[in-house]
């Protein structure tokens, strides 16, 4: 047993990378926990199935205690905070009952993963596991068949969510990127893509690892908005092997 896993012997919240769709791609770590603990927490945004959960279903185990934390689809903060306050609060109540309890995260937790959110309201009280997972981004670049970055590239990842000025000054001074929550903001990265003189080098992945993935050129794409699980790759290919 690694680490930090062995120091205590006090109830445990696990953040658990199960990544990007696959169920073959969870870590034997991942599995023997979900394997082994009775209280199982995911995300889930009100009104859709939470994907975390939907990626290990077959793997967790009958009568365990299953808490989700119903996030509001909503882009102002506050309401998600409380989300996670009250969720923190739930989780908490079985760690200080002596029951470790399992976070399932879509991706890797500590990737622009929920996780954090939980680990900082958390971590201070009660002992507090990160299990890394195969992250989206990786992921894509293998479903692409191109690597993500080589030798001495500088690989960004960038959210779409930027303003378009500073998204194409990031993809301007950047050998490869990875640009994330492409969803609504599709058409204005591929303007600023065109405008750099990259789409032949850029590629768009959907859905990755999943029964509905879709690898593209994003020139084949129409415009509008994309999935959000839509990650585009940009890779220029300059640094010589
Ligand atoms: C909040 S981030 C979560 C990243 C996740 N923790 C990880 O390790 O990949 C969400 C963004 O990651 C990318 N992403 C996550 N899962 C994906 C998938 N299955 N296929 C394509 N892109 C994905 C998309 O760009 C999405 O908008």
Redesign the pocket.
């Known amino acids: 047993m690694a680490g930090s896993e062995a120091m205590s012997d006090a109830a445990t919240l696990y953040g658990i990378?199960v990544?990007?769709?696959d169920i073959e791609l969870l870590t034997l770590k991942a599995a023997r926990l979900l394997n082994e603990v009775k209280v199982i927490a995911y995300p889930a945004t009100i009104g859709e199935e939470s994907?975390a959960r939907s990626i290990v279903a077959p793997l967790i185990p009958q009568g365990v205690i299953e808490l989700p934390i119903k996030l509001p689809m909503e882009k102002r903060r506050e309401p998600a905070q409380a989300a996670y306050d009250a969720g923190a609060a739930a989780l908490a109540q079985h760690l200080e009952q002596g029951r470790d309890v399992l976070f399932l995260?879509?991706?890797?937790?500590?990737?622009?993963?929920?996780f954090m959110y939980l680990h900082e309201r958390i971590a201070t009280s009660y002992p507090c596991i990160v299990v890394p997972?195969?992250?989206?981004?990786t992921?894509?670049a293998a479903a692409r068949g191109r690597p993500l970055a080589a030798r001495v590239d500088r690989l960004k990842v960038v959210p779409?969510t930027l303003a378009e000025e500073r998204l194409q000054a990031e993809l301007q001074s950047a050998d490869a990127a990875?640009?994330?929550?492409?969803?609504s903001h599709f058409d204005k990265v591929r303007r600023v893509v065109d405008r750099l003189g990259l789409s032949a080098r850029a590629a768009i992945?959907?859905?990755?690892?999943?029964s509905d993935?879709r690898v593209l050129p994003l020139a084949d794409i129409e415009s509008g908005s994309r999935?959000?699980?839509?990650?585009?790759l940009i890779y220029r290919g300059s640094e010589p092997w």
């Open positions: 990378g990544g990007p769709g994907l995260c879509e991706g890797d937790p500590f990737f622009y993963g929920s997972g195969v992250t989206s981004i992921a894509c779409a990875a640009v994330i929550k492409v969803g992945v959907e859905a990755v690892t999943q993935e999935p959000y699980f839509s990650t585009v």
